[in-house]
């Protein structure tokens, strides 16, 4: 097991996992700050992780528990001192949507981030998160219509 | 067009080159990583120096005590998961049915099932989305509460590990041989809080 493996890893998870927990805590400079803890923890022990079928399931939920954790920190923060911080990711184009998700509970946002973005399955957004796969589905049942109520669009019956 | 193709429409939008910072932040990850197996090895050397040196001065001793050692009692203590001895009032023990949406939970369409043993286990199923989903836990009175006659519970012991960590949640609840509401005063755990409030916080008593 090399650095080099390590280095690939990082290059080809990376990028994703920063948009990901980017839109967990709506700031792009504190993503890659989680995002960066989370590959150092990696470092640390990739000796073993690289043992792993699927190491890059290892980071993610590594870096989206530190990110829900900091989300909920800063829900918890007076209102006041959070509005100046909340900036969606604002070179994509919908910002409309980007806004929406912005506004979502933190679990719901993580639920929509892993589902939409990273398209994973119920069973893994739920261990990515520490969660069970019942709470995951009404999280995301929850986001939607919350997100169509917010853009006026139409919610379909089923996601998976 | 609908919620779904919007979101990942929305999302998927080519992601911006990230090239060079990408280079900086492996170097800066490598660098703290390198620095972090360093000082663990450091620490691990350091540890079994010190377990080295007690060990030669105390091993003798050690060996000796360990021959007057009096076998420790067998029986397991009791867990503290293990449900409160407060058996639970009668208006919050029995099954009970909810079903169509409110305000908050308009997809809710079919029948949700909410069961409460007098022993403070519980289970909720329903579907959602045309999957079936399930919960168990455990409800206990709040120990504040025992005199008091504002009735609060506590529940604990759901959704995985998402709530590991967290106090248990307290809810306020009134019911009777109708049925049962259920609402969140102070819950740290917004997974737990979504289950928990998941039939408009309304439960008919079906048995």
């Excluded at chain 1, 890059?56 to 006041?80: C, D, K, Q, S």
């Excluded at chain 2, 329903?126 to 709040?142: F, H, K, N, V």
């Amino acid at each position: 097991v090399s650095d080099d493996d390590y280095a690939w890893m990082f290059r080809q998870e990376y990028p994703a996992v920063v948009r990901t927990v980017t839109m967990i805590v709506r700031d792009r400079g504190r993503a890659e700050e989680i995002t960066q803890d989370a590959f150092t923890q990696l470092f640390t022990h990739w000796g073993r992780v690289s043992r792993y079928e699927r190491p890059e399931t290892w980071i993610r939920r590594v870096a989206i528990r530190m990110a829900v954790r900091h989300a909920r920190r800063e829900a918890a923060r007076p209102r006041l001192e959070l509005e100046g911080r909340v900036s969606p990711i604002e070179r994509e184009p919908d910002i409309d949507l980007q806004r929406a998700i912005a506004s979502l509970p933190t679990a719901q946002r993580a639920a929509v981030a892993l589902f939409y973005l990273d398209d994973l399955p119920i069973d893994e957004i739920a261990r990515a998160m520490g969660s069970s796969r019942s709470a995951v589905k009404v999280n995301l049942h929850r986001a939607r219509h919350r997100l169509a109520e917010l853009l006026g669009e139409e919610v379909s019956d089923d996601v998976g | 067009m609908s919620v779904d193709d919007r979101i990942r429409r929305g999302l998927h939008e080519p992601a911006e080159s990230m090239d060079e910072s990408l280079e900086r932040a492996l170097a800066h990850v490598m660098a703290r990583g390198r620095r972090k197996r360093l000082v663990r090895r450091i620490a691990v050397a350091g540890v079994a120096a010190v377990l080295a040196l007690m060990l030669a001065a105390t091993g003798p001793l050690l060996l000796r005590a360990d021959r007057d050692l009096v076998p420790a009692d067998p029986s397991p203590a009791p867990s503290p998961s293990t449900p409160g001895s407060a058996a639970l009032p009668s208006g919050l023990v029995g099954r009970f049915r909810a079903g169509f949406g409110h305000p908050g939970f308009e997809g809710l369409s079919d029948q949700w099932h909410l069961r409460i043993a007098p022993t403070g286990r519980f289970g909720v199923r329903g579907t959602l989305d045309g999957t079936e989903i399930a919960e168990t836990g455990l409800i206990r009175l709040d120990p504040a509460a025992a005199a008091d006659p504002s009735p609060l519970i506590l529940v604990d012991a759901l959704v995985g590990d998402a709530c590991r960590g967290m106090a248990g949640g307290t809810y306020s609840w009134g019911g009777d041989d109708r049925g049962l509401f259920i609402t969140a005063v102070d819950e740290p755990c917004e997974e737990r809080a979504a289950i928990m409030t998941i039939a408009a916080h309304l439960w008919a008593r079906t048995g």
